[in-house]
């Protein structure tokens, strides 16, 4: 039996990861630890009525909460919770620095103190900062930090955390940084949930600036799939960048979406850019293709019509999603140029 310990288990990617995780290790027992925040989502656990996944609400800035739920012989942490919008860490960063930086800290003292096996550390290629457009540059384990928005910098700074926790203390820890991840139940705030979501309602859709900045995408379960290589065979210490070598500009991105929902091409709004965007993120996947014999499953055409299926197919989550928090936020982002929910 494992014992498996997952944070932020009710957002889009740690439920993918749960998902895929009670499949794959069906000697699995996981505690999914999640603070339901706005991004946190009970509906993304719909069907997941195994005995083997019990949902604790939590947060883990909170000692106590953590340590309450983590229990002794717990084989590994999976650190997905965060908070993770760039555009909300430009308004406002303080629960970005609690959650980040104190809620990491808070998961490897516990882990320490609980003797947990392995604390497996969910980060972004945000850390390195911005790629010049010159596409034979990329980041790859030996590039430097970089970080450039608040999200960016907090997440830079829990990967220092962990790094002192294996220094300090030898804990076994492991680090992914993965790119843009896509892919069904992601929160309609990001690029390609914002725009399905928009575009099925016939409403406009924000373009940043020129709309050419480049991100490279990779689907969630193929992302999960590197997460769970990186605990089962990722050296201790070690760092794995995982990507699926599949830049696109945004305005491609939401062209093919559009394309794909036959919805016109008026409804791109160029809107200002984001202060201090960052131009352009590539991932060189090969340590992580060569030492953990990982590859991405799903192509960008398969991956896309996966995503966009899925939102045309759950209309009821994405009303659900789209109330409250969320109008606000969009109506201070967008109102004055795209008009408010
Ligand atoms: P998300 O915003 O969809 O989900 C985050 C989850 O964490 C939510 O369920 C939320 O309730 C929970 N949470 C937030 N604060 C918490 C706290 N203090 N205590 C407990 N739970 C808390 O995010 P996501 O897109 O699923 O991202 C998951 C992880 O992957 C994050 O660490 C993020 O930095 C990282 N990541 C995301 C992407 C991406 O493209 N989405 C890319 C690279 C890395
Ligand atoms: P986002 O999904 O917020 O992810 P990140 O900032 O972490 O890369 O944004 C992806 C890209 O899309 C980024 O360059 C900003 C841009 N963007 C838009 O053009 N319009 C939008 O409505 C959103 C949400 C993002």
Redo the contacts with the bound molecule.
Sequence with gaps: MQKLFV??G?????SAFIRLALARWPDAEITN?????Y??NPDNLKGLDDARHRFVR????DREAVLAALEAGTDAIFN?????HVDRSIERADDFLR?NIL?TQVLLDAARERGVRRFVQ???DEVMGSLPEDDSAFFNEESGYAPNSPYAAS?AAAEHMVRAARHTFGLDTVTTR????YGPR??PE?LIPLLLSNALHDEPIPVYGDGQNVRDWIYVEDHCRAVALAYERGEAGGIYNIGARNERRNLEVVESILAALDKPRSLIRYVKDRPGHDRRYAIDPSKVERELGWQPVETWESGLAKTITWYAENTEWISRVRGGAYRDFYARQYGAEVGAK
Excluded: P, R, V, W
């Excluded at 939590?58 to 800035?61: E, L």
């Design positions: 944070t932020g009710a957002g889009f990617i740690g630890f999640d603070a339901l925040t991004a946190g939590g947060d883990i800035a997905f919770a965060a908070e993770s959650t809620g969910i980060s972004t997440k993965c790119g843009n991840n992601q929160f990001k």
